[in-house]
T-cell receptor, first 115, second 113 residues
Framework: AQSVAQPEDQVNVAEGNPLTVKCTYSVSGNPYLFWYVQYPNRGLQFLLKYITGDNLVKGSYGFEAEFNKSQTSFHLKKPSALVSDSALYFCAVRENPGGYQKVTFGTGTKLQVIP | DAGVTQSPTHLIKTRGQQVTLRCSPKSGHDTVSWYQQALGQGPQFIFQYYEEEERQRGNFPDRFSGHQYPNYSSELNVNALLLGDSALYLC????????????FGPGTRLTVT
């Protein structure tokens, strides 16, 4: 069974500093990995995905994520945090049995960027 | 370009009642997935519809059922509501069953009393 772990419930970072939100995964085959962001009282918004290819994936709003197969990790990063980045971040993994999507989400990490 | 829309925004039901939630996918999308997000938790996959058929299902009881119409819109039905069904229900749409990302609606907040 596929699973995702986000070990930190909350991450605090000063504005302008680099940020990292951690994610590890477990799947039986090749992983399809995603990051989503959720602002208060809103649905989830897609940030980036890894399907295959380069291990460093660039996404929306200056975010990027690094896929590490040996460590089964897909950490979200940004070189310089903004106050507006404060939100709830979800890592998700998908297997592709028969071509239909069954996505498993982590429990989320609350990012707090301090002015 | 309209994104994913869901109705209603909020809903209050009594234990034992039935509820229907509705979703219109993003223009051009043909696949709809439903998720339950309890307070403080990540979304939990309920099921996915493609070509008007349920293609994948998560660990939810048969009280949860759905439907997809020819215009790709979808409904989520929950029978015999329990207090534990109180949650934010999210609809997500995507194109086909390949590698595309999902686009989420704002959700329907269901409260069961």
């Amino acid at each position: 069974a596929q699973s995702v772990a986000q070990p930190e419930d909350q991450v605090n970072v000063a504005e302008g500093n680099p940020l990292t939100v951690k994610c590890t995964y477990s799947v039986s085959g090749n992983p399809y990995l995603f990051w989503y962001v959720q602002y208060p009282n809103r649905g989830l918004q897609f940030l980036l995905k890894y399907i295959t290819g380069d291990n460093l994936v660039k996404g929306s709003y200056g975010f990027e994520a690094e896929f590490n197969k040996s460590q089964t990790s897909f950490h979200l990063k940004k070189p310089s945090a903004l106050v507006s980045d404060s939100a709830l971040y979800f890592c998700a993994v998908r297997e592709n049995p028969g071509g239909y999507q069954k996505v498993t989400f982590g429990t989320g990490t609350k990012l707090q960027v301090i002015p | 370009d309209a994104g994913v829309t869901q109705s209603p925004t909020h809903l209050i039901k009594t234990r034992g009642q039935q509820v229907t939630l509705r979703c219109s996918p993003k223009s051009g999308h043909d696949t709809v997935s439903w998720y339950q997000q309890a307070l403080g938790q990540g979304p939990q996959f309920i099921f996915q519809y493609y070509e008007e058929e349920e293609r994948q299902r998560g660990n939810f009881p048969d009280r949860f059922s759905g439907h997809q119409y020819p215009n790709y819109s979808s409904e989520l039905n929950v029978n015999a509501l329990l207090l534990g069904d109180s949650a934010l229900y999210l609809c997500a749409s995507s194109l086909g069953t390949g590698d595309s990302e999902q686009y989420f609606g704002p959700g329907t907040r269901l409260t069961v009393t």
